[in-house]
C-alpha cells in the first residue's frame, strides 16, 4: 500500500518539497547499503574492447555505490565479459591509500550526498595527481557532478546555451540582485538531483528571505539534515516551456535520450518519474554534443527545456547519473541509438544496452589507452 503512495501525484510533488524533507530528517533514516543485482537485470548485449595484444591488461578497482541502482554490477559485468582483472574496492577504509596500491584504474562513485562527494572528490584528485592512477570518473568530472555553480560558470564562459543563472556570494550583491530579477525565478541548491531543493520563487520577498536565511549565521534549512544553504544563493529565470524536459546523453559519437513530464500544475519532471521514449529532435542532440567537445567526458547527460519561444534551453548537465533500465531511447517501439557518422549527419541503430558499460569503455578508448600508448 505504501508503493502505491508513493506513486500518486500528490505524494510526487510532496516529496521534492522543502517542508517534506525538513520533517523526513526527524524519522529514522536506513543506512547506507550496497545492492547486488547481478541475477536480476535487464538482458542487453554485450559490451566488448578490443584489447592491444601488447599492452598489459589493468588492474581495476570497483568503488561501489550505494542504493537500489547499481552502477557497480554493470562495471562488473563489462570487465568480467572483457577479461579483465578487478576487485572491490573499499575507498572508504582506514587502509585505503595501502589497498590501492594494487590498482591501475579506480571506477565508480559512491554516492551523491554532498560528504561523499566531497570524500571521492579529495581521494580521486590525489591519485591522479600525486600516485598518477587512472579514475573514472576523473577528479575533474568529479568536481563537475552535482556542483551546479560550475555547470554554470563554464556555460557562461563558452556562450552556451543555458538559462540564464544568477550566482552570489555575497549579502549586500544578493540583496540588490533580487531587485532587479523577474519572477517568478527559480532557486536551487549544491548538492541537488531529482528536483529535490528546487524551488520557484514567486516574489521579490520570497527571494529577500532566501537570500536573508542564506547569509544568516547558521545559514538556511535544507533538505539535507547535515548541510545548511550558507553564504550563497543560485537563481536562475524561469522558462515558461511546453511541460517536458529532454534528457539527451552522448557517448562519443552516440546519443541516447528521452523525455520527461511535468505533473499537473507543477514546473519540474525531474524525479518525476513521467517519462516517455520517442524520437528526438536534431537541435537537442546537436547542443547536448556540442556541450561534450567541452566537457569531454565519456558520458554526459544534458537536461534540456524547449522555451515556448521555440528556443532549447540547458538546465544542467551531469558526467554521472542513476540509470535503472537499458530503455535510454526508443524509435518507433524499437530501442536503440542515434550514431552520428559527422556533425550533422547520423542513423538509428537498434540496440539494447546498459549505458554504464558503454561509459566504461569509451573511458578506455579516449583516455586510458591513449595515454598509455603514447
Known amino acids: 500500500m505504501l508503493e502505491n503512495i508513493k506513486q500518486t501525484q500528490f505524494f510526487k510533488k510532496l516529496s521534492k518539497t522543502m517542508l517534506y524533507s525538513r520533517l523526513r530528517q526527524h524519522f529514522p533514516m536506513a543506512d547506507p547499503y ?40 554493470k562495471y562488473r559485468r563489462f570487465l568480467e565479459n572483457n577479461g579483465l582483472p578487478f576487485e572491490l574496492y573499499n575507498i572508504h577504509a582506514h587502509d585505503w591509500l595501502d589497498q590501492v596500491k594494487k590498482y591501475d584504474i579506480l571506477i565508480g562513485i559512491s554516492s551523491n550526498d554532498y560528504y561523499s562527494l566531497q570524500e571521492l572528490r579529495r581521494k580521486y584528485f590525489y591519485l591522479e595527481n600525486y600516485l598518477g ?3 573514472y570518473p576523473s577528479s575533474s568530472h568529479t568536481f563537475l557532478y552535482e556542483d551546479k555553480n560550475l555547470e554554470a560558470y563554464i556555460s557562461k564562459s563558452y556562450n552556451l546555451p543555458f538559462v540564464n543563472t544568477y550566482i552570489s556570494h555575497d549579502k549586500r550583491d544578493a540583496l540588490l540582485l533580487v531587485e532587479k530579477l523577474s519572477y ?23 527571494a529577500r528571505m532566501i537570500v536573508e536565511q542564506s547569509f544568516s549565521g547558521p545559514g538556511r534549512k535544507t533538505h539535507l539534515s547535515y548541510s545548511h544553504q550558507k553564504n550563497v544563493v543560485y537563481f536562475q529565470d524561469f522558462i515558461p516551456s511546453d511541460g517536458y524536459d529532454i534528457r539527451v546523453i552522448v557517448l562519443g559519437n552516440w546519443v541516447f535520450g528521452y523525455y520527461r513530464k511535468a505533473l499537473q500544475g507543477d514546473f519540474r519532471a525531474s524525479g518525476m518519474g513521467l517519462v516517455e521514449l520517442r524520437e ?39 558526467p554521472l547519473f542513476e540509470v535503472n533500465t537499458t ?48
Not at 346 to 360: G, N, S
Request: charged fraction near 25%; proline fraction near 7%; aromatic fraction near 12%.
Open 327 to 374: 530503455s535510454q531511447l526508443r524509435v518507433n517501439s524499437i530501442l536503440g541509438v542515434y550514431v552520428f557518422d559527422s556533425d550533422d549527419s547520423y542513423h538509428f541503430e537498434e540496440h539494447r544496452y546498459w549505458i554504464q558499460e558503454l561509459a566504461l569503455r569509451e573511458f578506455l578508448l579516449t583516455d586510458y589507452l591513449p595515454k598509455v600508448l603514447q
Open 34 to 73: 550496497f545492492l547486488d543485482d547481478r541475477d536480476r537485470l535487464e538482458p542487453a548485449e554485450i559490451v566488448h574492447i578490443d584489447w592491444p595484444d601488447t599492452l598489459r591488461k589493468p588492474v581495476f578497482g570497483i568503488v561501489q555505490n550505494y542504493g537500489k541502482w547499481p552502477n557497480w554490477t
Open 280 to 318: 528526438l529532435p536534431i537541435e537537442p542532440m546537436l547542443i547536448a554534443r556540442n556541450v561534450n567537445k567541452i566537457i569531454k567526458s565519456p558520458m554526459l547527460a544534458i537536461d534540456m527545456i524547449k522555451g515556448l519561444d521555440g528556443n532549447y534551453h540547458i538546465i544542467e548537465y551531469s
Open 184 to 206: 517568478p525565478i527559480v532557486s536551487k541548491i549544491d548538492p541537488s538531483s531529482g528536483s529535490v531543493g528546487v524551488e520557484l520563487v514567486r516574489s521579490v520577498n520570497q
Open 133 to 135: 592512477k587512472f579514475c
